[in-house]
C-alpha cells in the first residue's frame, strides 16, 4: 500500500544523545514535512522539504535539521536530544503544485528524552 | 498572518444526533481552508478542503463543512454521528504565499456515545 513510512515507532532517548528519525514516502510527492505533536499545541511544522535538495525552516525548527538527498527519503536529526523535544513526531507529504493538494501523513514515531 | 482556531477541546454527542466540530480562521486574503481527521496512535487523514466554489463542501466518511465568510468560519458537520466517528479532528489553513505548508488547529477531540 503507497503511504508513508516511519521508523521508529517509538524510543526512548537519554538527554544530549544523537537521534534520527526516517521517513520515507513511495508516492513521489515532491514536498515533505516534520510535524510535532504536543497535549493542547496541535501540530507544528518543524522543518519542510518542497523538493529534493531544498530545505526551509518551519515553525520550531531550533535542536534539529533535516536532509532531503532523494524525492522518497526526509530524515530528521536530533543533534544532542533535551526532555523538551519530547513528543510525537509525524512526518507527512504532499504533491506540491501551489493548488493546495492535501498532506498525507505517516502513522508517527513516540520520542521520549530522559 | 494565517491562522485557525478551535474553540472546543471536546464534543460529545450521541450516536444518531448531528455533530458539529467548529474552526474559525484569520487569513489574509482568499481563504484556503481544509479538515483532518486523527485516529488513536495513527496519522492525520485529510478529510475535505474549501478552495471556492460552493459554501457547503462535501468530503469523506459522509462529512462535510460550511464556510461562511460573514463569520470567518468552516464548522465540519456530520447529519448523523457514528460511534467510529470519535476521533481528533483539526482544521488547518496554508502559509501566505507557501501554500504547501499549514498551520494546524489545536484540534477537537469528538466523542460519540451509544
Known amino acids: 500500500i503507497a503511504g508513508i513510512t516511519q521508523a521508529p515507532t517509538s524510543q526512548i532517548l537519554a538527554a544530549g544523545r544523537r537521534m534520527t528519525l526516517r521517513c520515507t514516502q513511495d508516492m513521489r510527492h515532491n514536498a515533505m514535512y516534520w510535524y510535532r505533536q504536543d497535549l493542547g499545541l496541535g501540530l507544528r511544522l518543524i522543518h519542510y522539504?518542497?523538493?529534493?535538495?531544498?530545505?526551509g525552516k518551519g515553525e520550531v525548527p531550533d535542536g534539529y535539521s533535516v536532509s532531503r538527498a532523494n524525492t522518497d527519503d526526509f530524515p530528521l536529526t536530533l543533534a544532542s536530544a533535551v526532555p523538551s523535544q519530547t513528543s510525537v513526531y509525524f512526518c507527512?507529504?504532499?504533491?506540491?503544485?501551489?493548488?493546495?493538494?492535501?498532506?498525507?501523513f505517516g502513522d508517527g514515531t513516540r520520542l521520549s528524552i530522559l | 498572518a494565517q491562522s485557525v482556531a478551535q474553540p472546543e477541546d471536546q464534543v460529545n454527542v450521541a450516536e444518531g444526533n448531528p455533530l458539529t466540530v467548529k474552526c474559525t480562521y484569520s487569513?489574509?486574503?482568499?481563504?484556503?481552508l481544509f479538515w483532518y481527521v486523527q485516529y488513536p496512535n495513527r496519522g492525520l487523514q485529510f478529510l475535505l478542503k474549501y478552495i471556492t466554489g460552493d459554501n457547503l463542501v462535501k468530503g469523506s466518511y459522509g462529512f462535510e463543512a460550511e464556510f461562511n465568510k460573514s463569520q470567518t468560519s468552516f464548522h465540519l458537520k456530520k447529519p448523523s454521528a457514528l460511534v467510529s466517528d470519535s476521533a481528533l479532528y483539526f482544521c488547518a489553513v496554508p502559509f501566505l504565499y507557501n501554500f504547501n505548508k499549514f498551520y494546524f488547529g489545536s484540534g477537537t477531540k469528538l466523542n460519540v456515545k451509544p
Open positions: 522539504s518542497n523538493t529534493a535538495g531544498t530545505t
Open positions: 507527512a507529504s504532499s504533491a506540491a503544485g501551489g493548488d493546495n493538494q492535501p498532506q498525507h
Open positions: 487569513v489574509s486574503g482568499n481563504p484556503y
